[in-house]
């Protein structure tokens, strides 16, 4: 790789921690108003979409160890967001499930998260289409990568 091709690759990657950074702290400001953490918000989203999951999955999910997912979920389950129940199927699995208070907090977060960032609707229509798809595009490369180079694995 010569030197122009070394300088646009950081280029693209301080470009892509920028947008991640203002993301992150505009989001965190959403969650701190709701009292909860953005790993609860997380948690609370992949419960919607996977009702009845269990710890180790939401743990594969959420890329955490099964301790640490452990005491996100016994906060939330503290806090009345999330209940454990075993599993009618195996009693040896607990299973995870939204509570009312869990589901009313996630609906928040959403509502919170599309008024901060509707901002970005400043953009044409034709501007968000192309960020999406470039979007898109990015993470098939890398996914390609990750994929052909064996040192991930």
């Known amino acids: 790789m010569d030197d ?4 646009r690759t950081l280029e693209i990657i301080h470009s892509a921690r920028e947008v991640k950074q203002a993301f992150h702290q505009v989001m965190s400001k959403a969650y ?3 009292n909860i953490t953005p790993i609860q918000s997380f948690v609370l ?3 919607s979409e996977k009702p009845g999951i269990t710890l180790s999955e939401l743990a594969e999910c959420i890329q955490l160890g099964k301790s640490t997912t452990s005491g996100i979920v016994d906060r939330m389950v503290r806090d009345q967001m999330v209940s454990r129940e075993q599993s009618s199927t195996d009693r ?3 299973i995870l499930k939204l509570l009312d208070k869990g589901e009313l907090l996630l609906q928040q977060v959403r509502e919170n998260q599309v008024e901060r960032m509707s901002p970005l609707l400043q953009m044409s229509d034709d501007e968000i289409d192309s960020l999406l798809r470039i ?3 990015i993470v098939r490369i890398l996914h390609q990568e990750l994929e052909e180079d064996s040192t991930y694995e």
């Open 92 to 94: 040896r699995s607990v």
């Open 45 to 47: 989203r992949k419960l």
């Open 4 to 7: 122009q091709q070394q300088q």
């Open 32 to 34: 701190q108003h709701l």
């Open 135 to 137: 979007h898109q595009k």
